[in-house]
Every structure is written in structure tokens, then in C-alpha cells.
């Protein structure tokens, strides 16, 4: 899964109660580059149209 985190800064005259670690989710695209010729697809179209895309290595599920 392609989650990262990070730890923003507290202040210490924040009234609200501090958020320490943050997630965010990045696209698998990002990571890619150029995708190769004949790579693996889905072998069913429904299947494709379920994730949202052809190929696997793109599949990025929403939590």
C-alpha cells in the first residue's frame, strides 16, 4: 500500500489537542516511470472495471 506519514509540528499554545503522526496516501503512478510493453493486465474486463484500471501495478485501493 502506498501510505506514508509524518509528524507535523505541535505548538505548544495549540488549545486543540495535537494530531502527532499524519497519514496521506500517494498514487502508485508516482513510483512507476514509464510502464513497460506487455505489462500484466486483468484477466477479465470486469474484473478491470471493479479496481479501476487494466493493470494491477496501478491498483490503489481507498480505505
Same mark, same amino acid.
Given at each position: 500500500? =502506498?501510505? #506514508?506519514? $509524518? =509528524?507535523? @509540528?505541535?505548538?505548544?499554545?495549540?488549545?486543540?489537542? &495535537?494530531?502527532? +503522526? +499524519?497519514? $496521506? !496516501?500517494?498514487?502508485? =503512478?508516482?513510483? %512507476?516511470?514509464?510502464?513497460?510493453?506487455?505489462? &500484466?493486465? @486483468?484477466? !477479465? *474486463? *470486469?474484473? *478491470? %472495471? +471493479? #479496481?479501476?484500471? %487494466?493493470?494491477?501495478? %496501478? @491498483?490503489?485501493?481507498?480505505?
Amino acid at each position: 500500500m =502506498h501510505q #506514508r506519514d $509524518y =509528524h507535523p @509540528y505541535i505548538s505548544p499554545f495549540d488549545p486543540c489537542k &495535537p494530531i502527532e +503522526k +499524519k497519514t $496521506y !496516501s500517494t498514487p502508485p =503512478h508516482l513510483f %512507476l516511470g514509464f510502464q513497460e510493453e506487455n505489462s &500484466p493486465q @486483468y484477466k !477479465s *474486463a *470486469a474484473e *478491470a %472495471l +471493479k #479496481r479501476g484500471t %487494466l493493470w494491477p501495478s %496501478l @491498483y490503489d485501493p481507498y480505505s
